[in-house]
């Protein structure tokens, strides 16, 4: 079965800093991987997803991730946050021929002025 | 475009009574659809997902449960509400079956606060 990890709860980062969040998954294949962002109190938006090819994968807002297989991750960039990016982020796992996505706990990210 | 609706935003019921929440999407058909729900400070638990009309598959055990009574409509329903069902739910979607990729786009959500 599908797992995800993402190990931080909380990240606080100042705005104009560079952002990591980390995401770890367990599958058997390749999977489907994915990364949205919650404002409170909204749904959930699709900032980018990874199905296959190049494993540097670049999404909205400026964020990108890159599936690393040797390290079961998919981490999640940004070269200069800005304070609108203060939200939670989830990372997700699906398999290709499946109909569910697994979800990790979520990074809560708050950016300091 | 797809776009997904669900309502209400918000609710506040007593315990005991009963719940119904729905959701629909246009601009698709033949769509899978989900209900997930956010407790305070945790993730995404899915509870329910339907391929077809008629068709719902439980996640967990609960209080709660699904029907899809037309193609793009989805009800999460519960008769007795229990306090442990307050939380923030939520309603998606994905291009059913034969379509490539697992992509599932979110409803904005219904807080439900049970008291």
């Known amino acids: 079965a599908q797992s995800v990890t993402q190990p931080d709860i909380h990240i606080t980062v100042s705005e104009g800093a560079s952002l990591e969040l980390r995401c770890n998954y367990s599958?058997?294949?390749?999977?489907?991987l994915f990364w949205y962002v919650q404002s409170p109190g909204q749904g959930l938006q699709l900032l980018l997803k990874?199905?296959?090819?190049?494993?540097l994968v670049q999404g909205i807002k400026g964020f990108e991730a890159e599936f690393k297989r040797s390290q079961s991750s998919f981490n999640l960039r940004k070269p200069s946050v800005h304070w609108s990016d203060a939200a939670e982020y989830f990372c997700?796992?699906?398999?290709?021929?499946?109909?569910?996505?697994?979800f990790g706990a979520g990074t809560i990210l708050r950016v300091k002025s | 475009s797809q776009t997904i609706h669900q309502w209400p935003a918000t609710l506040v019921q007593p315990v005991g009574s009963p719940l119904s929440l729905e959701c629909t999407v246009e601009?698709?058909?033949?769509?899978?659809l989900y209900w997930y729900r956010q407790a305070a400070g945790r993730g995404l638990q899915l509870l329910f997902y339907?391929?077809?009309?008629?068709?719902i598959s439980s996640e967990v055990p609960q209080n709660l449960s699904a029907s899809r009574p037309q193609d793009r409509q989805f009800i999460l329903s519960s008769k007795k509400l229990l306090l442990s069902d307050s939380g923030f739910y939520l309603c998606?979607?994905?291009?059913?079956?034969?379509?490539?990729?697992?992509?599932?786009?979110f409803g904005e959500g219904s807080w439900l606060t049970v008291v």
């Open positions: 998606a979607w994905r291009q059913g079956l034969g379509a490539r990729g697992n992509t599932i786009y």
């Open positions: 599958y058997g294949a390749t999977p489907y």
């Open positions: 990874y199905f296959s090819g190049d494993t």
């Open positions: 997700a796992v699906g398999a290709p021929d499946g109909n569910k996505l697994v």
């Open positions: 601009g698709t058909s033949n769509p899978n």
């Open positions: 339907s391929v077809g009309i008629g068709q």
